[in-house]
């Protein structure tokens, strides 16, 4: 039975305005931390101003903030059930016939909106207010450093004379270049004929540009190249397009780069499992609601309400480290990537459930 549209909207309105504020409590924390952080890095560097870094702490925040909204529904969805018991709103509610179920309807509701938006919205301003910061802060303290990443990466290649299997520490986000590579070229048939080790490496048009190479051979000495070239059949631009981080790339491009990134012989499984879980995170926000709501149905005149309140902050971060733990699984491979990102949330709705039907129904 579905609750009155009055009672129902000023259900919703509490619930919203509660995690509007503790989300934008949030947001402001963050900004002046990186604001202070960004500050305190620019006094070594001349002609930045304060507003500049202002500015470049606003593009890299809303990146940061996304990471705690299932916090945010969490939190503000305690404080808004706590405050209707204190008030004894939701005692009124339950004499008038209203069960818990009902009146859990407008804060589900409003958690999946902000799922939708947070989806739909908010994480594609946030992927592109990122990339913004990137090539900002690359251009104010004039440097590479903000956009290398040191993770080690894989590529495959084909072509007419047989395979080449890449291996790079560290890439460049945005560009077609890696750093520290080892590479190991094999014939047609499958036998290895070199092993290339270079400080640097970009791919162009039909070759890889590799610096400071040496050439290693089974029947060769090893010869040093200032410049050596290793034809490709790899896109630049595809390539270029995968060295982007997931939390870089807007929602509704996931699936293409994904795509791109197989096409370019790279493991495309982040940006897939990042899909996954934004899809998620409706579901994700609903389990938040109904944990909050398993701790904070209390009477304020039974007592315990401080106890519940802490076992519901210790249920939100246990079902937050498992969410992690399964992403790191499923960014390994050891688990799908769509279990790995729904389970947790699956999981939670089902325990918030349980928990609600032991206090409600017995």
Do not use: C
Request: a negative charge.
């Amino acid at each position: 039975m579905l609750v009155g549209a009055t009672f129902g909207t000023y259900l919703a309105t509490r619930f919203l305005r509660a995690i509007g504020g503790v989300f934008a409590t949030v947001f402001l924390l963050v900004y002046t931390v990186d604001f202070v952080e960004l500050m305190r890095g620019a006094g070594e560097t001349e002609g930045v101003g304060a507003g500049e870094i202002a500015f470049l702490s606003l593009l890299r925040t809303p990146t940061v903030t996304e990471q705690v909204l299932p916090f945010a529904v969490l939190f503000g969805a305690m404080i808004a059930l706590l405050q209707l018991s204190r008030k004894l709103e939701l005692v009124v509610a339950r004499a008038a016939g209203v069960s818990a179920w009902q009146f859990l309807q407008p804060g589900v509701a409003v958690a999946i909106g902000i799922g939708l938006f947070a989806v739909f919205a908010y994480n594609p301003l946030a992927a592109t207010m990122k990339r913004e910061a990137s090539v900002r802060e690359a251009a104010l303290f004039a440097n590479e450093l903000g956009r290398v990443s040191e993770e080690i990466v894989w590529i495959r290649q084909r072509s007419p004379d047989g395979t080449a299997i890449l291996r790079a520490e560290a890439r460049v986000e945005g560009s077609t270049r890696i750093a520290r590579v080892t590479v190991f070229t094999f014939d047609r048939e499958g036998r290895f004929q070199e092993r290339i080790e270079a400080a640097e490496a970009e791919l162009r048009e039909g070759y890889w540009a590799l610096d400071e190479a040496v050439v290693f051979g089974p029947e060769i000495e090893p010869t040093t190249h200032a410049r050596y070239e290793l034809p490709s059949s790899l896109d630049p631009s595809q390539l270029r397009t995968s060295f982007t981080p997931p939390a870089s790339v807007p929602f509704w491009q996931l699936r293409a780069i994904a795509d791109q990134t197989e096409r370019a012989g790279l493991d495309a499984t982040p940006y897939r499992l990042q899909y996954e879980a934004l899809t998620a995170r409706p579901l994700l926000f609903v389990a938040m609601v109904l944990v909050a709501a398993s701790v904070s149905l209390r009477f304020f005149r039974f007592g315990g309400v401080g106890q519940m309140v802490l076992g519901g902050v210790a249920a939100g971060f246990l079902l937050y480290v498992a969410t992690e733990v399964m992403e790191d699984l499923g960014a390994s491979g050891l688990v799908g990537t769509t279990v790995a990102a729904w389970l947790p949330a699956v999981v939670g709705s089902l325990l918030g459930v349980l928990a609600l039907l032991h206090q409600e129904d017995g």
